[in-house]
């Protein structure tokens, strides 16, 4: 048996994403959005924002991975695949975005749906990761969502300076045994960098989105098939413009 975590739950979540700290976002969101339209960089706006509301380090967090400007969300659109339009295909996933944030789902703590429809974490990996009580059921949601899917082949590639990514890289292969889903696991040194090159990438991660030629947004997609769970989701996103 795995250890029993709350994955990315941090007690003072319950203040900042609930009642007045969500409205200081949405707020908060309004302003960062406008500073994006003007050129200003993510961190830039999001801090000079931040400061003005006096956020917290996750308040800034959730605006910097939840908004982007208008013309970067066009241009990752444009890439997203259909997911239904997946059967005989290999694809690719970065393996740490997505299990993490599928463990800190399951684990019922604060998850980010974003302007480009993506969900997000604020865990942070920081080169330490702990295979979880959630882990098993992060990975078999991964696999039965594309074998349901018809993907013929399925490589996830995970960072090799992270701790124990060898001894997942051992618990994804054992796992994926019983499923048609051909499954690869690469256990690499720089994997932004590899799926920069890649067609078909399951992440949510932002600078990968806007780099690789195609990408797919399955976390919503396997959130979905479990509805029989809960979960803590907020939405970053400006408020929509008045018709």
Known sequence: MYKTVTRG????????????????????????????????????????????????????????????????????????????????????????????????AFSESVIIKGEDNTIRDLAGLRGTYQIIDKTEKAILSILNALDKLKVAQLEIYLDSPVSNSGRLKNFILELSEPYQVEVIVSVIPDVDRVLYTKEGVITSDAVILDNCSSWINLTPYLLKEEEKYTYWMVEITREQEKK
Do not use: W
């Not at 007045?20 to 961190?43: D, H, N, Q, T, W």
């Not at 308040?59 to 239904?84: H, S, T």
């Open 9 to 104: 739950f941090v007690p003072e979540d319950k203040k900042e994403f609930t009642g007045e700290g969500i409205e200081k976002l949405k707020k908060a969101a309004e302003e960062v959005a406008f500073l994006l339209e003007r050129g200003y960089s993510v961190k830039t706006a999001t801090t000079f924002v931040g400061n003005h509301h006096l956020l917290s380090e996750r308040q800034r967090l959730a605006l910097a991975r939840g908004l982007a400007a208008k013309e970067v969300l066009e241009n990752r659109k444009k890439k997203e695949c259909d997911i239904l339009g997946l059967k005989g295909r290999k694809v690719y996933m970065d393996g740490f975005n997505i299990i993490i944030t599928l463990e800190v």
